[in-house]
């Protein structure tokens, strides 16, 4: 396996919790060229005290990213959050790659990522892996799974009602925690050669009634998990106040896990990061407090 530990390396939203975390892998791993993006350089302030050099990196101002690209020979690109502009965002960026000569490009995906009008948010990424295929550069995208850390947000609102809600069907998902995804991200910028689109996966689908009995383990209390159709469970998010679209999207979510899209187990974690990924059982437990225990 090749090594670019010497090679300009930047990664895109270092001020995120991925993108962070990135960096902080890149460095303790050696790398020696290492360059973070930032809409907001004097967020970074502690890493330039460590050598790393700071670029202001906005995709919002796409004449800006040439110059803030320039240099570069592996870019990470770290999918922003600027849902519903992510294809004018993040295609600018790749156009601005290519013109400052960046010869491989690291995004991270999601997984199934397609253009259906159906599919959530995955339309956007695939959009943007598409801009990235056309560009002529190699690449790898890294199709993240769910995060493990949504769980603190879902779960510990089926402790306290004793019920989690999900589709009919649900096949399990593969959770993989932020953490195992930034340090895949760094060793693909370390090492991967080439074109190719991987799926960064727990190390095994959890379904609905799996995830209920760890939550009911952990906090001693019971959860019971409730099927719904479609509708139904995208009619009982939006009465519980979340808006229509995040809705759509989070059932669009669990209906690719009845289809069996989140249930894909892949060694790519232990492959780019040295390190098998962590249980979403493991990582509930160390985050007990957060469940209502």
Do not use: C
Not at 51 to 71: C, Q, T, Y
């Amino acid at each position: 396996m090749t090594d670019f530990t010497n090679a300009s390396l930047l990664v895109t939203g270092a001020s995120g919790h991925l993108g962070r975390s990135a960096v902080e892998e890149l460095l303790a791993r050696g790398a020696s060229k290492v360059i973070a993006g930032t809409r907001d350089p004097a967020k970074l302030a502690d890493l330039a005290e460590r050598g790393v050099e700071i670029r202001k990196v906005d995709f919002n101002d796409p004449a800006g990213l040439p110059a803030a690209f320039a240099g570069v020979d592996r870019l990470l690109i770290v999918s922003t959050d600027g849902i519903g502009t992510r294809i004018a965002q993040q295609t600018a960026a790749v156009e601005a790659a290519k013109t400052a000569g960046v010869k491989h490009i690291v995004y991270t995906s999601a997984p199934a990522a397609r253009p259906n009008a159906d599919a959530g948010l995955n339309p956007e990424h695939f959009w943007t892996e598409v801009a990235i295929a056309a560009s002529g550069l190699d690449f790898t995208i890294l199709r993240n799974h769910m995060y493990a850390e949504n769980n603190l947000m879902s779960l510990p609102q089926a402790v306290a009602s004793g019920q989690l809600y999900g589709l009919i069907g649900d096949r399990g998902t593969s959770y993989v925690i932020r953490a195992d995804t930034a340090r895949t991200a760094a060793g693909a910028l370390l090492s991967a050669q080439g074109k190719a689109i991987e799926d960064v996966t727990g190390p095994a689908p959890v379904t609905n009634i799996e995830r209920a009995r760890i939550a009911s383990d952990l906090t001693g209390r019971p959860v019971a998990v409730v099927t719904l159709s479609p509708a139904d469970l995208k009619a009982g998010m939006i009465a519980a106040g979340l808006p229509e679209g995040f809705a759509e999207a989070l059932t669009a979510f669990e209906r690719d896990a009845v289809s069996g899209h989140h249930g894909v187990v892949t060694d790519v974690v232990e492959r780019y990061s040295g390190r098998r990924p962590e249980a979403l059982a493991d990582f509930l437990a160390s985050n007990k407090a957060a469940l209502g225990a």
